[in-house]
DNA sequence: CGCACCACAATTTTT
DNA sequence: TTGTGGTGCG
């Protein structure tokens, strides 16, 4: 039975840690203060749960369980309680009860965007003490606890990591080799599959004699191939994403020392973007915090976007169930966007059911309406984007605060083409990745063959590149006996003159083989940055570029040389100068890792990328039934779901204003279909919209006849933003504006034209702007922006 | 062996 | 529309 004293003083205590926090709302103190056992935080888009995190953090390290435990510490006297109910400055060392040593915090996010982010904010708040939290993703928490222990799976503990690409030409590989038809096994699929059962903690042998036992022919085949995978991923010393994590897990459940260890370890376990975890992560997670039972993730069911990808909501739906005593939270105050956006993100997911619920509202004020525009054509919608972001450039806004999202990469073309002629700086997140490019794949291979030769997948696609007289011919046997001798292909390549089979090659294989030993020895003795060079000059790679001088070969030795800097940039920052530490952080590594915020520049994105983002502009284009939602999900009733969520994500990106673009017409893939309007845009209440949609297009309505009004696009191209001074053809334009003109641009001010080049029925032009410098830009697009002064 | 040409297919993808 | 992979020729 707790004394009066004992009351008074945990009182005093919880209400003095709860004044360190009284910046965040009354919710946001709750989740900061539950520092004890598990907790599950809703929070809704922009309702600050990043903050939270951080200063739950602080509260960890600075008071420990004081705000959230009954117990007393040994210093609990009178003068201790006088100090704390003055909030005193002795009341802090009073408030502590156990402060956590930042090293025994695991914070795990997703993207490593995310993670850098959360560290250099804990850094601000924290100081130097911050850089021993575990502030990281999952798979490189995995990576970290793997290289210590990989030996207890049988790897070793320099294994590398395969990335989506490497495993997409592994598995096509292995079907090569059982003569199966892509065809009928799309690798995608294949994979898919795998990534499925090791969710389910399947592994290749058991999915195999489950298969059998079903005796589904694809199914065993499917099976065959995942053996072949592991087997081979094994023998590369390998593993993939998925192996990272389903690996980690087995280690800590079939060593206990292990297991126990990091039990000890990790005091306070936190997850972000829950929603985003799958059955595996989910148990990963739980394992981590086993010891000390304090796990507290943060997630937004309504955000859940990768349902694709094997993550389930239902981690989330069933957290409460999953651990006892768990407390819930919500946090639905929106610091992000004014009301009319808002309303319309609540309005468009209540449409979904099998939801928590929640409601977020804003105290911002109603802001300006979301407009809706419809355009003739994919041309004309991107023109009008530019125009508009122009037009708010013009009033001040600066580059970077717009955002343009759409469904697909492939929409980004059109967009693309009308920020160059309008001369707006613009950058594209997402696509190919800089280390998927073909000539850093060679380069990167070359380095993980010399990390481990006996990787037969990265070895392959160097030995003949740049050429050395090895073909494809001599490439198969190598296989072949490898494959018959139970070793690697390297392994026969450096011992070649054994094999008669090879005597043509032999000379030329082991030529090779002492190549790669001699960077081996290399890459012992000297730097990353100076294997590099050396792998570059011995492999020949560089002067068979250099030799063939082309436009795209000069493009690929530069990228060759930002591989360089890359190199030097990582060992700089981590202060690690391995080969497999800088190798596993190039496989972890996505584009939007290189979103710079700061650039002053427009910014497009898939609505998947812009997922924890926020800009004060946010123009949602191909707002449009097929496109989005695309053709695939309607009339799928889950499927919808997840693309109204992937809706309510764009949707709530935006701070103050919100345009939602579709076209009538849209060229896609080289062929054009006319769509109506999105449903999304219908299932928003008329009274937050200020729509300019033509009679006829709206999804409840029939599509009209289009007839012949929208076959010709050539007319009709630029007649959104263009005066009819420039609708004619090229010559016409040349008479409103003239080279030596001096003109003023709607954006950029004003300037003189300084040159002036025919092109397609266009001219391009130069404007010497006073205060933009020198741009290049189209003159039928400038021209809608532009004046003779 | 390397290159040129043609058919083919093509959501989303934090790791 | 673009990128990829397979085939056939020099």
């Known amino acids: 039975m707790v004394n009066d004293f004992e009351k008074r003083f945990v009182k005093a205590r919880k209400e003095y840690i709860r004044a360190q926090f009284t910046h965040l709302n009354e919710m946001q103190q709750q989740a900061v203060l539950a520092t004890e056992g598990p907790l599950l935080i809703l929070a809704g888009a922009g309702s600050g749960k990043t903050t939270v995190l951080i200063n739950r953090i602080a509260n960890l390290l600075r008071y420990g369980k004081g705000g959230d435990s009954e117990e007393l510490n040994e210093y609990a006297d009178a003068a201790a309680l ?75 503990t320099s294994f590398t990591i395969y990335d989506t690409s490497d495993t997409q030409s592994l598995v096509k590989r292995i079907l090569k080799d059982m003569e199966l038809d892509e065809k009928m ?71 206990d020392e292990v297991c126990a260890y990091w039990q000890r370890r990790f005091r306070y376990v936190l997850i972000d973007e829950y929603q985003d975890t799958n059955h595996l992560q989910y148990l990963l997670a739980s394992l981590l915090s086993g010891g000390w039972g304090n796990i507290c993730v943060v997630g937004d069911d309504d955000q859940s976007i990768y349902k694709f990808r094997g993550a389930t909501i239902e981690n989330i739906l069933s957290f409460e169930n999953e651990f006892k005593g768990c407390r819930t939270i919500r946090l639905e105050q929106n610091y992000r966007s004014t009301s009319h956006i808002l309303d319309a993100a609540n309005a468009v997911i209540r449409n979904n059911i099998g939801r928590k619920g929640k409601e977020l509202w804003t105290n911002k004020g ?34 970077r605060d717009h955002a343009i999202l759409y469904r697909m990469n492939a929409q980004s073309r059109p967009l693309e083409n009308a ?25 990167l291979s070359y380095m993980c063959v010399v990390a481990t030769p006996e990787d037969d997948l990265r070895l392959t696609r160097i030995i003949n590149n740049p050429p050395r007289g090895i073909g494809a011919k001599s490439i198969e046997t190598l296989r072949t006996l490898a494959l018959e001798n139970n070793t690697s292909m390297f392994g026969i390549a450096a011992d070649a003159d054994s094999y008669a089979e090879l005597r043509t090659a032999s000379i030329k294989l082991r030529l090779f083989a002492s190549m790669i030993e001699e960077l081996r020895d290399f890459a012992k003795k000297n730097s990353l940055e100076a294997l590099l060079d050396e792998i570059l000059d011995k492999s020949g790679y560089l002067r068979a570029l250099e030799e063939k001088d082309n436009e795209e070969n000069r493009d690929r030795a530069e990228n060759v040389r930002e591989l360089k800097s890359s190199i030097v940039n990582y060992v700089q920052e981590t202060g690690d100068d391995t080969l497999e530490g ?65 809706c309510y994500v764009a949707l709530t990106r935006a701070e103050k204003h919100l345009e939602l673009v ?3 017409q849209r060229m896609l893939f080289g062929s054009t279909t006319a769509n109506r309007v999105s449903r999304f845009v ?23 006849d289009l007839g012949f009004a929208y076959k010709s696009t050539a007319q009709s191209r630029h007649s959104v933003a263009a005066p009819s001074a420039v609708k004619a053809p090229a010559p016409a334009a040349s008479t409103a504006f003239a080279l030596g003109d001096s003109v003023r641009h709607k954006a950029f001010g004003e300037g003189v034209i300084t040159k002036m080049t025919p092109m397609g029925g266009d001219y391009l032009i130069e404007v010497n702007f006073e205060q933009q410098g020198t741009k290049k830009l189209m003159l039928r697009a400038a021209a809608a922006h532009m004046e003779k002064v």
């Open 185 to 255: 096994m799309p690798p995608r699929s294949v994979l898919a599959e795998i990534s499925r059962a090791k969710d389910s903690r399947i592994g290749a042998q058991e999915y195999l004699s489950q298969a059998r036992a079903s005796s589904d022919f694809r199914r065993v085949k499917i099976g065959e191939i995942y053996v072949e995978y592991m087997r081979r991923l094994f023998a590369a010393n390998a593993m993939d994403f998925d192996d990272l994590i389903f690996f980690t897990v087995k280690l800590l459940e079939e060593n």
């Open 82 to 156: 006088e100090s704390l109910e003055k909030g005193d400055e002795n009341a802090d060392f009073y408030a502590a009860l156990d402060p956590v040593e930042p090293w025994r915090i695991l914070a795990i996010t997703f993207t490593n965007k995310a993670a850098g982010e959360l560290k250099e904010r804990l850094e601000r708040m924290l100081g130097e003490r911050a850089n021993d939290i575990w502030a990281c993703t999952f798979h490189s928490a995995c990576v970290r606890i793997l290289r210590r222990d990989a030996e207890k799976l049988g790897f070793s």
């Open 662 to 664: 579709c076209a009538r």
């Open 682 to 704: 219908d299932e928003i209440p008329a009274e937050h919209v200020k729509k300019n949609i033509p009679r006829g297009y709206g999804f409840s309505e029939k599509p009209r």
């Open 582 to 646: 800088y190798l596993a952080n190039i496989a972890l590594y996505s584009d939007l890792d290189n979103y710079d915020r700061e650039a002053d520049a427009v910014v497009m994105m898939t609505m998947h990328s812009a997922k924890g983002l926020e800009f004060p502009w946010v123009y949602i284009v191909g707002m449009e039934e097929g496109i989005f939602p695309g053709t695939r999900c309607i009339g799928e009733h889950e499927e919808m779901e997840e693309e109204r969520r992937l």
């Open 419 to 443: 920020f160059k002629r309008n001369g707006i700086p613009y950058r594209i997140v997402g696509g190919t990745r800089f280390f998927d490019r073909a000539e850093i794949k060679d380069v």
């Open 366 to 399: 109603s802001g300006d309406l979301v407009s809706v525009q419809v355009a003739d054509n994919e041309n004309d919608e991107a023109q009008y984007v530019a125009s508009s972001i122009m037009a708010n450039y013009g009033q001040g806004a600066n580059w």
